[in-house]
């Protein structure tokens, strides 16, 4: 009887494992709701194998099925008490689930049964790490050595702990153990390259990973390291070659993908980053961080429906990301994507209000028609965060001691992404010729693509010396910059598409100023200046920009007097544009249109029969949307005409069939309004209450058209519409502006020039008496020595 009955005790022991057995295969085969039923079953009976309820626990833990794993690890304990592995084990599944009390209390629940086991030790390390408490973390994983010091898991979590105290040479210690333990820990090893990097010792890092690639070469993480690596030294190419090598070896790897599509974007090679961010995503639908690459790569390309698409799969994914809201709200606007903008723009604004809009560029904000001043300012604060450098890595410039009487050359150094056939270029071309070579020496900073035109070669030939700083990192730029002992580095960028103000954050140079490239504040403590005139940046909203503010006495915006507008004029017909109707225009990049404004325009060819609307073709999909709104006001779709990009010559000569440029609010016209007066045609604009909304009223009023500028929507709209049908008041208009554009200051680049030259000598003076940095205005100053 005795025997029958331990035979049936044995067949139900069978019957529980192989339930246990059930349970993993269905976790292994990806049916976790049937893993997890049959797991609560298994719990639910009477079972007392510990051992196959541990091994069940962990493999539900693998699975990241967290609960479970914790109860079934839980009811191993109730069996064994004593189990101090099970307690270790447990207390790792309470850790990911963020149950750090308990957690710790697990531990040294085991610690009390059995002193002398050092996992448990390195366990209850992990979770005061977590908690915050370094110091009790320190203390165990020291305790857990104490016991067996060729605890390799100690001396790993030891030395990550260590370098995240900035204990740099202590952690290299640590991790040089695990190595002399286990040989082939390849965690150990990139651990120490991570610290190498951390310390600048980067051709050593480089080293070291060489020869841990030729005791290796099939070992991804090698290349991938070696790639880190290689790009912190601005040795691009290898990088991108070192990943490709890692890719062979593990071509799923996600963040190996993502970083070369980082790469490849900075070399400018975008399909390749595109294909490189699609992938990782084929490989994982849900990888955030490639479909915002993706997202962000798309629209450099211009293709935005796509570019829209990969931003609301990463909101759908997390609804809480900064940056793909922003993205999304910016990419709304250039696709003139107008239903529930509204809501978008007010989702934007919250975040900043929330101080949550870390990740969010501030450009956006320029162009949201209900940002403020102090909007503005807070995105930029918060964005600029993420440039910080330490103290100590920070170049010093200690104010030089200049004699009486002694004079110098001021090196100025112009950094941009835009040295060549770009916006920036052809406004200030002729300045970089222009400047003064007795007092002044001029070096351009370039990171731009070689586009091989003319205006590439122009500007190449324009300065004293041209530095390409493409390859470059950041660290080893700045370096350059600083040994050329620049006195005035000027960011022509600022938070623009390929900025790279992280050379800023080291204080490149003594002076550093916000200058062109971005109408705002760069909230950077590392930006000493912004250049601005008294319309775009008025002495009273000092307080909302992070520099001092200096203004010059006309407009802030050089032109460039050699552009040319080509003889070979395209016919109405060519253009799209019916013979003898009225033509409003506006080139300006679509993001800068509104609803508000819209409605105007609308109005606007409702009043003037047989009037159109000629626009830029700028993106895929505007065109319909504009078409589909004007169709919504009543107005048919056919009078808006939509013009392709060509080239600046053959641009500006098909200015001739417009009759009358209408600016936009808040962001106005930039460069297409200077492009616009230099061709000829009137604009009508509205005085904003930001940089960005007060440039076209400053080129207006500095060409001596101060009639142009309105200062209400309503005031607007009556002034276009009173040019438009009162041909004689528009006559007058464009005779007065042929008349003033080679005589008024905006396109005298002569005068600019020096007068952008004594506000550099003035930021010089500045520094040299060893004040910080203070606003003036140049029209204050004593006029320049001869």
Request: glycine share 4%.
């Amino acid at each position: 009887m005795a025997v029958k009955q331990a035979a049936k005790s044995s067949g139900a022991r069978v019957h529980r494992l192989s339930e246990i057995d059930m349970a993993v295969h269905l976790f292994h085969t990806g049916k976790m709701v049937q893993a997890e039923a049959t797991s609560r079953a298994i719990l639910a009976g009477a079972t007392n194998d510990a051992q196959g309820l541990h091994r069940l626990g962990m493999v539900a833990d693998h699975f990241k099925r967290h609960h479970i794993a914790a109860e079934l690890i839980g009811r191993v304990i109730a069996l064994r008490p004593k189990d101090v592995q099970a307690h270790t084990n447990l207390s790792g599944v309470l850790r990911v689930m963020g149950r750090l009390a308990e957690a710790a209390e697990v531990c040294r629940r085991a610690i009390a049964v059995r002193p002398d086991f050092p996992e448990t030790y390195t366990s209850l390390g992990q979770v005061l790490r977590d908690q915050g408490l370094f110091a009790d973390a320190l203390a165990a994983y020291r305790s857990a050595i104490a016991l067996d010091p060729n605890h390799a898991a100690a001396h790993l979590n030891l030395g990550l702990l260590l370098s995240e105290l900035d204990e740099l040479d202590a952690a290299l210690a640590e991790f040089q153990e695990v190595t002399r333990i286990q040989p082939n820990s390849v965690d150990a090893h990139r651990r120490i390259v991570g610290i190498l990097r951390k310390k600048e010792q980067l051709e050593q890092a480089a080293d070291y990973l060489r020869r841990a690639i030729e005791e290796d070469p099939h070992q991804s993480v090698y290349h991938a390291e070696l790639a880190l690596t290689l790009t912190s030294q601005g040795r691009l190419l290898e990088a991108v070659e070192a990943y490709r090598k890692a890719l062979a070896f593990r071509s799923d790897d996600t963040a190996v993908l993502n970083n070369l599509g980082n790469l490849l974007d900075e070399l400018g090679r975008l399909d390749e980053a595109a294909a490189a961010y699609q992938f990782s995503v084929q490989v994982d639908p849900q990888n955030i961080t490639a479909l915002s690459n993706l997202g962000i790569v798309l629209r450099k390309k211009n293709r935005i429906r796509e570019a829209i698409g990969a931003f609301r799969k990463v909101l759908a994914l997390n609804p809480a990301s900064a940056a793909a809201l922003g993205e999304l709200y910016q990419l709304r606007l250039a696709a003139c994507d107008w239903k529930g903008i509204a809501d978008d723009e007010a989702a934007v604004l919250h975040l900043c209000h929330q101080q949550s809009a870390h990740d969010m560029p501030p450009f956006i904000l320029l162009a949201a028609p209900n940002a403020t001043a102090a909007d503005r300012m807070n995105g930029a604060l918060l964005w600029t965060g993420k440039y910080r450098v330490p103290e100590s890595r920070r170049f010093s410039h200690p104010a030089p001691f200049i004699s009486k009487g002694q004079k110098r050359k001021i090196r100025v150094g112009y950094l941009s992404a835009d040295f060549y056939n770009h916006a920036t270029a052809f406004l200030a071309a002729e300045l970089f010729e222009r400047h003064d070579r007795s007092r002044f020496d001029i070096i351009a900073y370039s990171h731009s693509k070689d586009d091989h035109s003319a205006m590439r070669q122009r500007l190449v030939q324009a300065f004293d010396e041209f530095v390409d700083i493409s390859l470059m990192g950041h660290p080893e730029a700045a370096q350059r910059i600083n040994n050329d002992r620049i006195d005035i580095l000027i960011d022509l960028k600022g938070h623009t598409q390929d900025a790279r103000t992280q050379i800023f954050a080291y204080r490149s140079a003594p002076i550093q100023v916000n200058y062109l490239g971005y109408p705002g504040t760069m909230g950077a403590d590392f930006i000493d200046y912004i250049i601005g005139d008294p319309t775009v940046t008025p002495m009273d909203q000092q307080s909302y920009y992070k520099e001092r503010i200096v203004q010059l006495p006309h407009c802030y915006q050089p032109n460039d007097t050699k552009r040319d507008i080509s003889l070979e004029v395209p016919t109405r017909v060519e253009c799209g544009l019916p013979e003898g109707a009225f033509v409003f225009c506006c080139f300006n990049n679509t993001y800068k249109l509104i609803p508000a404004l819209f409605d105007i325009w609308m109005r606007l060819l409702k009043a003037v029969p047989g009037s159109v609307l000629w626009l830029i073709e700028a993106n895929d999909v505007v065109k319909h949307n504009l078409r589909s709104e004007a169709a919504a006001r009543g107005v048919d779709p056919a009078r808006l005409v939509f013009a392709l990009k060509m080239p600046v010559p053959k641009h500006l000569a098909r200015h001739c069939h417009a009759d009358l440029f209408l600016d936009t609010l808040p962001y106005n016209a930039h460069t297409t309004a200077s492009d616009a007066l230099w061709a000829g045609l009137p604009i009508v604009t509205c005085l904003g209450d930001s940089f960005a909304g007060r440039v076209a009223a400053s080129l207006l009023r500095s060409i001596g058209m101060p009639e142009l500028v309105t200062f209400t929507l309503e005031e607007y709209e009556g002034l276009a519409l009173k040019l438009a049908t009162q041909p004689s008041m528009l006559s007058d208009i464009r005779r007065k502006l042929i008349h003033n554009r080679l005589s008024a200051p905006v396109f005298d680049i002569e005068t600019y020039s020096r007068d952008l030259e004594r506000a550099y000598t003035r930021m010089v003076e500045i520094w040299q008496s060893g004040r910080p940095p203070e606003a003036f205005a140049v029209a204050d100053l004593e006029p320049a020595e001869e």
